[in-house]
């Protein structure tokens, strides 16, 4: 059975969740902003009151408690928003990590996700190509060279040699010649062209 891996950090990525509860802290102070402005024209509408003090008494009275309620419900919808944003930023720095191990020349092991991100039909096929990199890596082993080679006929001409597997997929490989002794850039250039 496998164990289930925890989470030990709610902050994957700092940038994008940062941002993400900058976001929901704003939205906050707008609701809040908005909900108050609407109360205050409803009291000045219905109540009339004198004085200014009269209407933040009113104000008070009225949207107070709501006030204390939203600002101590702000930090569990925070908590929330942070640990649902974990759930799909952790597998992107996780895929972000794999890939960069790829092009590094590495060998990652397959990627799992935790139960309950999000991204798994991206973590499958991540697994389809760092498996497809696996088999490549398996059958290009340096048995012989690939592509096509230049070998030196006949005083400093050259002739080309295609592999099989080149000539029969119609593959146009890069030239790869040596520019030592008589092999200059102007001599090779001026036997290749038509």
Avoid at 57 to 86: I, K
Avoid at 146 to 158: I, R
Avoid at 161 to 173: F, I, K, P, Q, R
């Amino acid at each position: 059975m496998p164990t289930e891996k925890r989470r030990h950090k709610l902050f994957a990525d700092r940038k994008i969740q940062g941002a993400l509860l900058a976001h929901t802290t704003i939205y906050w102070f707008y609701c809040l902003f908005s909900v108050t402005l609407i109360a205050v024209c409803w009291i000045i509408f219905t109540k009339e009151p004198e004085t200014s003090t009269e209407l933040f008494t009113q104000l008070w009275l009225n949207c107070g408690p709501a006030l204390l309620g939203s600002v101590l419900l702000l930090p569990l919808v925070m908590l929330d928003c942070l640990r649902l944003s974990n759930r799909f930023a952790g597998p992107m720095v996780r895929m972000q990590r794999v890939m960069r191990e790829l092009a590094a020349g590495e060998s990652p092991p397959t990627f799992s996700l935790r139960p309950g991100d999000y991204w798994t039909e991206l973590a499958d096929d991540m697994n389809i190509v760092l498996e497809r990199v696996r088999q490549q890596d398996q059958n290009s082993q340096p048995t012989q060279p690939s592509a096509f080679t230049m070998t030196d006929v006949d005083q400093g001409k050259t002739q080309r040699a295609l592999t099989e597997s080149d000539s029969d997929a119609g593959v146009a490989s890069p030239l790869v010649v040596p520019l030592d002794g008589d092999n200059t850039a102007r001599s090779i250039y001026s036997e290749l062209s038509i």
